[in-house]
């Protein structure tokens, strides 16, 4: 069965940072495009930055200042994002989503809080 389950989301100072995992069974990670997404409450879900099969990584409009970065650890077929300088409005459930021959896979998300 193939899977996505997103982790390490949390309460987090302003300035600081944080790395989110994002854990794919039943595929292959580095054989498909995969994204992070983020939702806040009352908007719509928004594409943060991707990776692809051939390794470019890929920033969303609103997403180009370097803040926000993807890698991936293909040995454990996991795929991280590194979130740095956070803000409060970078407080979201955020999402990762493997897009594999056309179908886009979900995880159920995890929560990011940037608060003092």
């Known amino acids: 069965q193939m899977q996505v389950v997103e982790s390490g989301g949390g309460l987090v100072q302003p300035g600081g940072s944080l790395r989110l995992s994002c854990a794919a069974s039943?595929?292959?990670?580095?054989?498909?495009?995969m994204q992070w997404f983020r939702q806040v409450p009352g908007k719509e879900r928004e594409p943060v930055v991707g990776?692809?099969?051939?390794?470019?990584?890929?920033h969303y409009r609103g997403f180009t200042g370097g803040r926000f970065t993807v890698s991936r650890d293909n040995a454990k077929n996991t795929v991280y994002l590194q979130m740095n300088s956070l803000k409060p409005e970078d407080t979201a459930v955020y999402y990762c989503?493997?897009?594999?021959?056309?179908?886009?896979?979900w995880g159920k998300g995890t929560p990011v809080t940037v608060s003092s």
């Open positions: 989503s493997a897009n594999i021959r056309g179908i886009t896979l």
């Open positions: 039943g595929f292959t990670a580095s054989d498909n495009l």
């Open positions: 990776l692809d099969a051939m390794d470019s990584m890929l």
